[in-house]
């Protein structure tokens, strides 16, 4: 049996519910379609000047405006690049190297490696001074905190618009507007999100429903969270501002990013997100209610189970929580026994044995963290699903 609703189900199957949409998403058949398309078409390069390289680049140009008609920006406005971690480093280490006003950059303790990680490399290599801000117990920013931190010399502000691991969506036009007003620039991480909540870069197109991005210069997104394939992402950035590349070479991507198209990758990334947009607030309304149903449903009958992440401004289909007196990874083992593909937080926090440093973070003690159980809907639950799901938590915290 098939559930869900659209298509976006495609690759599940009967005997197994994939519960892990956060770590990649199902590829949706119209990214697939759109992938062999190209493949089938023959050889072809971008840049070759002859018949078959003007199809290539007429399919990169016309994925490129897809995108960013969903996304409700302009296609000068995207960098295509090999997916989210990849734009999050051209945003950070291409923004702050390529007009900084000083050596200060803000975020988070709960963001994406690709952020953290590239903030630390301008710190040690550059000699940028990092702040980051703290997060509640919810795992949300304080406006107010990031706007004490800020200085003249502040070059860029990077919060996440949600957090993979607990689904808290921040208060990004506030935190955006603190960070303005001190003329810095903004960048968010809209990985999670914008697969999840409509979301506008606030470009041509700006759709009244959508999160409102205007005050934000740059945004990345990566096209598996949207069902497309993986190693395909962009950055969005306004036209104005200048980029120090990353990757040096022939100068596509209007010199911003160097190599040969992945011109499959792209048509099915265009293809991913053009039907998500479609969908979009339909499947998250429809995720909610499912995602409701089951963090009701363990908070109710699974003893020591605890939310994390903010209870009501999250992302639609995530529920993740803390089980006192379990172990994470027995839960994630018998879970998976049962035919159910969970994590325990973000997929490149899986398999390492350190609690998470975002939950810690939070304020969730070391043994706590560690029990952490992730599940993220690609597709609303049925009722077998959740009674399942209730049924082996409980039943592994009473074998312990
Ligand atoms: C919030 C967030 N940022 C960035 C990334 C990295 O994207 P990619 O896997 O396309 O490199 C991820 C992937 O899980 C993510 O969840």
């Known amino acids: 049996m098939i559930h869900g609703v659209g298509s976006h189900e495609a690759g599940s199957r009967a005997d197994r519910r994939y519960l892990d949409a956060a770590a990649t998403a199902p590829l949706r058949p119209e990214a697939r379609a759109a992938m062999i398309e190209v493949l089938d078409a023959g050889p072809a390069n971008p840049s070759s000047v002859h018949q ?33 971690t990849e734009a999050n480093n051209l945003a950070i280490l291409g923004l702050a190297l390529a007009a ?29 001074e990092v ?12 406006p107010a905190a990031v706007g004490a931190v800020l200085r003249d010399d502040t070059t860029l502000v990077s919060v996440g ?9 921040q208060a990004l036009p506030e935190i955006a507007a603190e960070a303005r007003a001190r003329g810095a620039l903004v960048h968010t991480d809209a990985v ?35 069902g497309g394939p993986q190693g395909a992402g962009a950055l969005l950035v306004r036209a104005q501002l200048r980029i120090e590349p990353l990757l040096h070479g022939g100068g596509q991507e209007s010199g911003r990013r160097s190599g040969t198209e992945n011109v499959a990758a792209i048509a099915g990334f265009a293809a991913a997100v ?3 947009a479609r969908e979009i607030g339909t499947r998250a309304l429809a995720l909610a209610r499912s995602r409701d149903e089951l963090v009701e449903r363990v908070l109710a009958e699974v003893p020591g189970a605890r939310l994390t992440g903010h209870p009501t401004e999250r992302l639609p289909g995530h529920a993740s929580f803390v089980m006192a007196s379990a172990s994470g990874e027995s839960l ?4 998976d026994a049962a035919g159910f593909a969970v994590s325990s937080g973000s997929a490149c926090a899986a398999g390492k044995d350190e609690p998470s440093p975002a939950l810690l ?5 070391p043994e706590l963290a560690q029990t952490a159980v992730r599940f993220t809907l690609a597709s609303p639950l049925d009722g077998d699903d959740v009674e399942r799901v209730v049924s082996v938590l409980r039943s592994e915290i009473r074998s312990r």
């Not at 702040?131 to 304080?142: K, L």
């Open 332 to 335: 994630l083992v018998a879970l």
């Open 52 to 84: 078959a390289g003007h199809r290539a680049q007429q399919t990169v140009e016309a994925a490129r405006a897809a995108i960013a008609s969903a996304l409700g920006a302009r296609p000068g406005e995207l960098v295509l690049t090999s997916g989210g």
């Open 131 to 142: 702040s980051v801000v703290p997060v509640d117990e919810h795992g949300s920013v304080d």
């Open 274 to 276: 053009t039907a998500s």
């Open 100 to 128: 900084p006003r000083g050596r200060h950059l803000v975020t988070t303790p709960i963001e994406h490696p690709s952020v953290l990680e590239s903030c630390r490399f301008l710190e040690r290599v550059h000699g940028f």
């Open 161 to 169: 618009l949600a957090n993979a691991e607990v689904g808290t969506v």
């Open 192 to 226: 999670q999100a914008a697969a999840s909540l409509p979301v506008s870069f606030g470009g041509a197109g700006l759709s009244a429903a959508a999160w409102p991005g205007a005050g934000i210069d740059a945004m990345t997104v990566a096209s598996h969270k949207f």
């Open 361 to 365: 973070a939070m304020g969730i003690a």
